[in-house]
């Protein structure tokens, strides 16, 4: 079955530590890519996105993602991670089909940051 | 201020009732959709529209219908068929294949 598979349903790290957040896809052919976040209390909103060329793209808040087409990866990261990134990310693949695009999310991963 | 608006945020329904859910968006996006969100299981489509008068189901469909009468409008009822309608709707739009925006979401209890 098509699917979006992202590693870690939770994550604890302490401030200043590095964030790497795994996401993988199982769909061929060309696809868009997005790392969507939830604060709490918020909406979700975009926080990068692919659709083409440099396949290192950067976000907001310092966050970047990488896609690797042959491992089918879009991994999310950033260097130095802050307590105000406490939230929930979810990795999401739009591709176009009949009656047009869907987009699939992953389960999504809870990031808890210690200050 | 451009955006998607969802009402209500809570919701609470009897066992055996419908309830409609309703969507907005002033974004002039063609394609707007209604995702469900479970603790773990990330965001799940039910249903979604590219255009008006036009929409096709999604991964869960079941127990829930919809409409697309107006471009800015795309309300979902939850019907007295869906078994487990306890959970966290979100109704999103966007332009085509790019990025979705977001509405804040309503929260249905079922008593």
């Known amino acids: 079955a098509q699917s979006v598979s992202q590693h870690n349903h939770h994550v604890i790290l302490s401030e200043a530590a590095s964030l790497e957040l795994g996401c993988n896809y199982s769909?061929?052919?060309?696809?868009?890519l997005f790392w969507y976040v939830q604060y709490p209390g918020q909406h979700l909103q975009l926080l990068l996105k692919?659709?083409?060329?440099?396949?290192l793209v950067k976000g907001i808040k310092g966050f970047e993602a990488e896609f690797i087409k042959s491992k089918f990866s879009f991994n999310l990261r950033k260097p130095s991670v802050q307590w105000s990134d406490t939230a929930e990310y979810f990795c999401?693949?739009?591709?176009?089909?009949?009656?047009?695009?869907?987009?699939?999310f992953g389960a999504g991963t809870r990031l808890f940051v210690k200050a | 201020d451009g955006g998607i608006t969802q009402s209500p945020k809570y919701l609470f329904r009897k066992e055996g009732q419908n309830v409609t859910l309703s969507c907005e968006q002033n974004l002039n996006h063609d394609a707007m959709y209604w995702y469900r969100q479970d603790p773990g299981q990330g965001l799940r489509l039910i249903y979604y529209?590219?255009?008006?008068?036009?929409?096709q189901k999604g991964d869960i469909a079941e127990g829930y219908s919809v409409s697309r009468e107006k471009k800015e409008s795309f309300p979902l009822t939850v019907t007295s068929a869906q078994k487990n309608p306890t959970a966290f709707y979100l109704c999103a739009s966007s332009n085509r294949e790019y990025e979705q925006f977001f509405g804040p979401g309503t929260r249905l209890t079922v008593l």
């Open positions: 692919y659709f083409s060329g440099d396949p």
């Open positions: 769909y061929g052919g060309t696809v868009n």
């Open positions: 999401a693949v739009s591709r176009g089909h009949t009656g047009g695009f869907k987009t699939i």
């Open positions: 529209s590219q255009i008006v008068n036009d929409f």
